[in-house]
């Protein structure tokens, strides 16, 4: 018996530990990486009018706004770029548009990169 509640103890204690360094990792991020996240959610909340998907990257929008130091109108910045990018054809071979990966190749783009940087020149 004592055996099975070491070993409880031990994985509670192990699960505990990696949810502190999942939370620390997410505060550890660079100021570029939390920018980049900040606009592929700001896409996915664009991309998604409505609904959980739309809900969830409000969330992480805010979060990642939250944890970074750039000043609000570099965020702001970001707005029309996405509705551009959105536009952009992305069919999948069924024909649908994928705004997933606009998203995510919008975040890791250049002019993402260029807005943060016209930032963190100042």
């Known amino acids: 018996m004592k055996a099975k509640a070491a070993l409880t103890a031990f994985i509670l204690m192990m699960a505990g530990s990696g949810m502190v360094q999942a939370d620390m990792a997410f505060k550890q991020q660079s100021e570029l990486k939390l920018f980049q996240h900040y606009a592929q959610a700001s896409c996915l909340a664009t991309a998604y009018s409505d609904g959980d998907i739309h809900q969830q990257a409000v969330s992480a929008l805010n979060g ?29 071979q069924a024909g649908q548009q994928n705004n997933l990966m606009k998203c995510i190749d919008f975040a890791e783009s250049e002019l993402v990169a260029k807005i943060y940087q016209g930032y963190t020149a100042k």
């Open 64 to 92: 990642y706004r939250e944890f970074g130091g750039m000043p609000l109108e570099a965020y702001q910045e970001l707005a029309e770029p996405i509705l551009q990018w959105l536009k952009k054809d992305y069919a999948t």
